[in-house]
């Protein structure tokens, strides 16, 4: 598994906690915090991919 930096795994914790409220980003570990942010890049590179076959 590719693994995201501690500094990213941070840093998308301070997002998520302001986007949904520290209590809910409590319940997540950095484990499921970093498939999250490996997602949310993944749909990104996919979107690019798409945005520069048109």
Same mark, same amino acid.
């Given at each position: @598994? *590719?693994?995201?930096? !501690?500094?990213?795994?941070? #840093?998308? $914790?301070?997002?998520?906690? *302001?986007?949904?409220?520290? +209590? $809910? ?6 484990? #499921?915090? /970093? *498939? ?5 890049? /993944?749909? @990104?590179? =996919? +979107?690019? +991919? @798409? =945005? !520069? $076959?048109?």
């Amino acid at each position: @598994m *590719k693994n995201l930096s !501690t500094a990213s795994i941070s #840093e998308l $914790r301070d997002v998520l906690a *302001k986007e949904i409220g520290l +209590k $809910r980003i409590s319940l997540f570990s950095d484990e #499921e915090l /970093e *498939k999250i942010g490996l997602l949310l890049l /993944e749909i @990104m590179a =996919q +979107k690019i +991919k @798409m =945005q !520069t $076959r048109c």
